[in-house]
């Protein structure tokens, strides 16, 4: 009958200068699964190095606005001491053009909204001195929330004449006589209205400083389309280089994080888990070459783990099927499961729900088609 591949609890000795490679030949391996619950052991303060490097590789990503891989890409070896010459050189060099854009973005705003408050109060051609020494008028210049112009000229009504300076109605004037300025005031503090000083002899904008302003706000612009270009073409020539650096970190971090929570002394390291017993040859000759014989293995039945006798630790369940009962294992699964040493039922499943199912059909013929 059909039953739970054996397995085999393996306890492995392994030399410090080793524990790197095997780690990793382990994650590669695929059946290895460690006896100890690294989840209870997750809050390990020890350090990982690999882990702010992997950090840093992953903010320059960011700063160059380069997708993040949704998976390992080909073969993954683990960095050498060269590659942090390579991080270094990628992430310096990215950080000083991210800082020069976010400068060069401040810059072109900065310009662009001088450029546009001038451009505001270019059409006010009467000194504001003048304006304000009306005895019966009250002025108020200042900005607004363009979104709020049309609820502020419903709400002063009558009371007071509102005056959009530029295009994009950000800044206003707002005119009332003198006994209606209190009322005003409280409806343009309602509305979010932020006053601008005005000095007395203000009158309008000239255009040479107009012209100026504008040829300041198109050239800030054009110097951060240029910075923007360079970290384009940078990302575009360092991004294998960096995508490399960041599978190769990845597996790093997570290979030491692995090692901090392992039993060890100054010198050997200990790792236990199970494996499944056909395996246990190739496992054992791998790492015999892997670590020119400096490895020990040891390997137990399941009835001479301690832990699992009283109960304490369950077996882990290994099934072997072919292409065809394969496509049913996610529906056994769906319910569990079945537990070490009893009977697999995938293939009792795959034979007659595929039976049951084409003599759901009164056609023979139809069945016998869905059955191949």
């Not at 809050?43 to 840093?56: G, I, T």
């Not at 909204?113 to 504001?128: G, I, K, M, T």
């Not at 077996?315 to 769906?334: D, L, T, Y």
Request: glycine share 6%; aromatic share 8%; hydrophobic share 35%.
């Amino acid at each position: 009958m059909a039953r739970t591949t054996a397995m085999r609890l393996v306890e492995l000795m392994i030399l410090r200068q080793d524990i790197h490679n095997v780690l990793k030949y382990l994650g590669e391996f695929g059946d290895f699964q460690f006896q100890q619950d690294f989840s209870l052991s997750s809050d390990s303060k020890m350090e990982n190095p690999d882990q702010v490097v992997f950090e840093k590789l992953q903010k320059a990503r960011v700063d160059l606005e380069l997708e993040d891989l949704d998976g390992y890409k080909g073969k993954v070896n683990l960095p050498e001491e060269k590659d942090l010459e390579s991080v270094e050189n990628i992430c310096s060099k990215t950080e000083a053009i991210h800082q020069s854009e976010l400068n060069a973005a401040e810059e072109s705003k900065r310009a662009s909204s001088e450029y546009n408050e001038a451009l505001a109060f270019s059409n006010l051609q009467v000194s504001y001195s003048e304006l304000e020494s009306l005895s019966f008028l009250t002025l108020r210049i200042g900005k607004i929330d363009p979104e709020k112009f049309d609820e502020l000229k419903r709400r002063v009504g009558l009371r007071a004449s509102v005056v959009a300076l530029g295009d994009d109605r950000s800044r206003i004037l707002a005119a009332c006589s003198k006994k209606a300025r209190f009322a005003v005031d409280g409806e343009l503090k309602e509305c979010g209205f932020v006053e601008l000083e005005i000095p007395k002899d203000f009158k309008g904008i000239p255009q040479d400083t107009l012209d100026n302003l504008k040829r300041n706000s198109e050239e800030a612009k054009k110097a951060l389309e240029e910075i923007q270009t360079e970290r384009r073409n940078f990302a575009q020539t360092h991004k294998d280089e960096l995508y490399r650096l960041l599978q190769c970190y990845s597996v790093s971090k997570q290979i030491v994080e692995v090692e901090n929570n392992l039993e060890s002394t100054e010198y050997v390291y200990r790792i236990t888990g199970w494996i499944p017993a056909y395996e246990t040859r190739q496992v054992s000759k791998d790492l015999d070459e892997l670590t020119k014989s400096r490895a020990a293995l040891r390997e137990y039945m399941p009835d001479e783990v301690s832990s699992v006798i009283s109960g304490e630790e369950k077996v882990p369940v290994q099934v072997k099927h072919g292409a065809v009962v394969k496509n049913f294992e996610r529906m056994i699964f769906s319910y569990g499961s079945p537990l070490y040493g009893t009977i697999d039922p995938t293939p009792f499943v795959a034979l007659f729900f595929t039976v049951l199912f084409g003599i759901m059909f009164g056609d023979a013929g139809q069945g016998l088609c869905f059955l191949i």
